[in-house]
Nanobody, 121 residues
Framework: QVQLAESGGGLVQAGGSLRLSCAAS????????MGWFRQAPGKEREFVAA????????RYTDSVKGRFTISRDGAKNTVYLQMNSLKPEDTAVYYC??????????????WGQGTQVTVSS
């Protein structure tokens, strides 16, 4: 179990960029795969990106591939989501999450509180 805290959300124009951060408490961060999910009003929460504990493997949903990059810094116990070329359809609350492996995000161990990302036309 870890506690997660997202930051970096905000309001940007279409085509702009944001970098989200998720800071984890404790020293167990390095044992978990990390992921980002998002949820727009009236829609189900959807997977966005994930990174393995060793940072050797990453996965992205098709709609963000080539625009978003997930990374992690073990020394800072932090995972990042760099979002470029943002579109209005990216507007959502973004959540970070942990799982026991990059293929196990159907059973999330911990959720952050979420950070709002709004992209204007």
């Amino acid at each position: 179990q870890v506690q997660l805290a997202e930051s970096g959300g905000g309001l940007v124009q279409a085509g702009g960029s944001l970098r989200l951060s998720c800071a984890a408490s404790g020293r167990t961060f390095s044992f978990y795969a990390m992921g980002w999910f998002r949820q727009a009003p009236g829609k189900e929460r959807e997977f966005v990106a994930a990174i393995s504990a060793s940072a050797s493997i990453t996965r992205y949903t098709d709609s963000v591939k080539g625009r978003f990059t997930i990374s992690r810094d073990g020394a800072k116990n932090t995972v990042y989501l760099q979002m470029n070329s943002l579109k209005p359809e990216d507007t959502a609350v973004y959540y970070c999450a942990t799982a026991r492996g990059i293929g196990y995000f159907s059973e999330v161990a911990s959720w952050g509180q979420g950070t709002q990302v709004t992209v204007s036309s």
